[in-house]
């Protein structure tokens, strides 16, 4: 069979040879396919153009499948190839393989066109022509090169011209010592390989200008005669417009097939060497295909469309103009697919059509064969008719299989596809697994596959749990194939499905499952995470999925494995990075992977740590006073730096101590720097970030200033006499860094203020005081200290006031008189002694004071300590608070100055009213009854003035705290007892008691006291606890009780510890206290609880509380221990917030709480 050939093409064939390979099969699996019959199918065959190379054996591919197995013939160059007459040729076994030894053999004997054919009993398979040529290597023509000589400046060109080799062979400039020739925008070497010179100049003579070509296929080098270049320069050639050097003329044509890749070379000369640029007529350069080479001379397009046709100018441009050139590219076109014919399974009496559907330029031939003979020349068939590139078979009958060839070629080359026509009559077969199970993701397209094979095609149907009928439609589509797909699966769509394939000859069925899941989804997703370095970083990872599903968790850093390493640890939903480093930073991914579906989620790691110290520190700019300090600085490990700590270390006056400098903002590099005279300056830079401070940099190179005066004084100059007729003047001396020069001394200078005496002066070095004798007592003087040094005195000094010692006051206060306000607060009133006899600053008065006695007649004299009140300033009064009422007091003034105490005022006597009582020492209850309780109290401590008398209030307590009504009872000051009776038994009741005087009633002390239980029962009643077996059982539990006491007593003092106890004590209630042991009576109330419930509130087992014995204090008047007054005189404590606050308390404490408050309080 004769196929069109045009030589060349090799690479547009290889397109078909791919195609074909990969034609399309019929969906039947090798179980089905036994026994059923099947033309020959060509599945490998060599490519159209096969070059051999010489020294290895020719291996010409040709398999194809059928059924039966198909049988192998070969033509070459037109006619039959008996391959069993040739000894060198072997086909391989099954195979339509040829392999042919051309060792010992002129392998140009066997070049040629081969032709594969697979016959069996329905039908005959061709392959392609495959065109057998061997690669060759022809030596290089011998030639003697002439010596160039060329001037400097002029263009040249080194022809090349290598041998016509197959393929051809790849061209390179070389020199004797196989060095590459450089190549630059000057020099380039062309696509045929000639070697272009834009202009030469004296370094391009040389004597080994070496062509060499490269053939591939056998690996072979060879080389041209050397060309000797010699560049003069005695006549140099001078600038010049740019000239085409190739392609010549102004235009030229290009021709470049569909699919190919096109190449346009534009190769100028010119002084100075002209650029290139590129431009296409009424169009752009297809970029993502464009590339150039040889700095710009070569424009390369790959893969060449029809587009690409058209006029495209190439530019040559140096400082003296530009020349154009237009390349005019036609793009042609070797047939290729638009449609390729398909196999076709018929029906006996269906009809098919085989198309075979191709373009090119020009326009392809297209011929058709059957069984490879053309279809003119085939045995006529009725049923087939032909039209161009279609053939129509109508009404095929069993017997008709055949192999139809559909052939397309133009003058650059041709298509050839063989499709099978197999006329068969099955009944239907479902090929997809029975009961398979498919799973999917929800709102997922899920696949249920019903692949099936049968003549006539079988018709597809579904049904969903063997009862719904599916049509096609939302949300289900039946595909041609019989795949059933859902578009978006929901849980609901599980379930069981039947795919049923009916044709004329039989039916069948297939069940299938779906089941549709849960999607995984990453809940909690890693977040982005800045970890100082040797800290951990945490990612979190938490996910939810289907139960069903067995999921895996997957970290990954960068895209790639985590690092092997101890420090990384994962969790179940975590991954801990611990002693983070800096090679830890980048993106961390989890991936949750189950069968089905995954979920991933990515975070960064960003590492900081404290930056890198700066480095290479410089110092410009140098005044006698100032410098520029520069430096680099070092990495900032991913957190900015906030600033730069400049310190100094002086290495004249304090050598290996660094000091702070100056601060400048984080992106600063340099620093101007103010300087003291007389230092010795080293300086280093410490960078901080947010993480911490650098370490320091390197010293910088020593600086030193010169020494000046002194720029300033000392400072804190301060005058002060530490004893009479003494002034101590200090001051707080320059440093070594301050002194600005050798010889540091201070000038002392001071006079009395308010005289125009002379000052005095002293100078004096290495001290901080100077003690001036002789001065008068308190005196002001003026006073200054100025520093100097060998090189001057420092600024003029400021003048400070200082005074001479003091000495204790001379006088007393005189004209002490004493107003008492109330029982507890008095008033002093003083004549303020003269200034002159305070011999110093004044500080202030102090007021001593005592009780000598009370003034009730019973009451026996008491020796009580001595009080003291001071009040600062120069103050005539002072109050005395928290005396004691009707009492008889003594109190005498001292004057106070720094040095001590003057002499006491005469003293002073006065006497204080009477005032409320305190509290009652006690209140018992004694003798109770079933309706009777005696109670008994003591007199106060503190009668503070003439005792009138009692009141003692009570009332009854039900089980639920409820208070009842309030009965009220006076006494006099003699009685102390009381029995009452008529009361209700097993009740208790609440006793209030309180002492009185004419001023009026005091404090309230409480007691609570139950009367006794009423036993009395019917006659017909038996009194159990008069039985004899519960007394007995009474006292075995009460020895029970008694021994487990005994064993927690050893064991608590052996250092156990009772649990019962560990828990009391953890949660005892503080209001609770227990019964009084001595009386088995309940502890009393205290009157601070009046307001709170009842529940469990007890006081000391005394009957008494404990208050200050006056309602003012002292603390709340005097400085300190002895109170605090105002400069005024007035008493702070009196008028401030908190003694009002002290007062209301008070106030509260002297009244008898109302019965109905009381009550109040506990709703």
Partial sequence: MDWKWVPGFGAVLLILLSHMTSALEVPLDPKVLEGLPQPPTITLQSPKDYIFDPRENIVIHCEAKGKPNPSFSWTRNGTHFDVEKDSKVLMKPGSGTLVIDISGEKAEAYEGTYQCTAHNDHGTAVSNNIVIRQSRSPLWSKERNEAITVQMGVSLVLQCRPPAGLPPPVIFWMDNNFQRLPLDQRVSQALNGDLYFSNVLPEDTRSDYICYARFPHTQTIQQKQPISVTVLNNSPEGERRPGFMTPLGATSTKMVLRGETLELECIAEGLPTPEISWKKNGGELPSSRMSFRNFKKTLKISDVNEADAGDYHCTATNNLGTAHHIIKVIVKAAPFWVSAPRNLILAPNETGILTCRVNGEPKPKISWFVNGVPIENAPEDRSRKVEDDTVILNNVQS??????????????????????V???????????????????????????????????????????????SIKNGDPYVIHENGTLEINVAQPLNSGKYTCIATNNLGIKENHVFLEVKEPTRILRQPEYK?????????????????????????????????????RFVVDTDSLTIKDVTGDDEGTYTCIMNTTLDQDSASAMLTVVEKPDPPTDLELTDQTERSVQLTWIPGDEHNSPTQNFLIQYEDLLHQPGVWLNLTEVAGTSTTAQLNLSPYVYYSFRVLAQNHVGCSQPSQPSRQYRTNPAAPDENPSNVHGEGTEP???????????????????????????????????STESVANVSQLVVLGTPTFVPYEIKVQAFNDYGNGPDPEVVTGYSGEDVPSSAPDSVQVMVHNSTLAEVHWEPVPSPSVRGKLQGYKIYYRRERGLHETEAATDQEEQVLTFSGNRSEGRLPGLQPYSLYNLFIRVLNNKGEGPPSPSKTFETPEGVPGPPSSLNVINQGLDSLTVVWGPPVNNNGRLAGYTLKYQPVNNSNELGPVKVMTFQANETTITLSNLNSSMLYKFYLSAKTIKGSGPIITREAFTVMDTTVPNRQVDIATQGWFIGLMCAIALLILVLLIVCFIKRNKGGKYPVKEKE????????????????TFGEYSDTEDHKPLKGSRTPSNGTVRRDESDDSLVDYGEGGDGQFNEDGSFIGQYSGKKEKDTHEGNESSEAPSPVNAMNSFV
Wanted: negative net charge.
């Fill in 399 to 420: 017997g008709s299989s055949a192999v139809y060839q559909c052939n397309a070629s133009n003058e650059f080359g041709y298509l050839m596809a063989n499709a099978f």
């Fill in 530 to 566: 800045v970890v100082q370095r040797g800290m951990s970083a945490v990612f979190e990872c938490k996910v939810k999925h289907d139960p069903s599903l067995i999921p895996t968790m997957t970290w990954l850093k960068d895209n790639g494995e985590l690092p092997d390493h101890e």
């Fill in 1065 to 1080: 004590d953890a949660h005892q209630d503080p209001e609770i206290q227990p019964m009084k042991e001595d009386d088995g």
């Fill in 725 to 759: 007729g003494n002034l101590v003047i200090s001051w707080t001396p320059l440093t070594g860094f301050q002194s600005n020069g050798p010889g540091l001394e201070y000038r002392v200078q001071w006079r009395q203020k308010g005289t125009s005496e002379d000052w």
């Fill in 422 to 468: 197999n006329v068969l009559a099955e009944p239907p077969r479902v090929l997809t697994p029975p009961n398979r199970v498919y799973q999917v993701i929800t709102n997922s397209p899920a696949l249920l596959h019903c692949s099936t094979f049968g003549s006539p095609i079988p018709t597809i149907t579904w049904f969903k749990d063997s009862q719904t």
